[in-house]
């Protein structure tokens, strides 16, 4: 998942999500395969990464999340606080010759 975040917002998005909304996501997703910012190119953006068995287990792990009154909260602070622009979901799967190894 890519986000958008306005200019000069990343910190305070940054430190909205680890109060707030990290520990219930990783509760439902597991830990992300990678969360990062730029540093050069495309500034003011954010990706993430998670893995999951196939789109179903995604599916799945979501439903759970979104009936989390901690993560429900969390999204309602990041949408009072408006530091986002946009979001981009890229399903993808590893070619097999590079599996994902956590």
Do not use: C
Request: glycine residues 6%; charged residues 25%.
């Amino acid at each position: 998942r890519t986000y958008r975040v306005k200019p000069g917002k990343l910190t305070q998005e940054l430190d909205l999500y680890a109060k707030h909304g990290l520990a219930a996501q990783i509760r439902h997703l597991g830990a992300p395969l990678a969360y990062l910012h730029a540093e050069s190119g495309d500034l003011n953006t954010m990706v993430h990464l998670w893995t999951f068995e196939d789109a179903a287990d995604r599916a799945r792990r979501r439903a759970a999340m979104m009936a989390d009154p901690e993560w429900l909260n969390y999204l309602k602070l990041a949408d009072g606080a408006a530091y986002l622009e946009g979001q981009r979901n890229t399903l993808m799967v590893p070619a097999s010759f590079a599996p994902i190894k956590r």
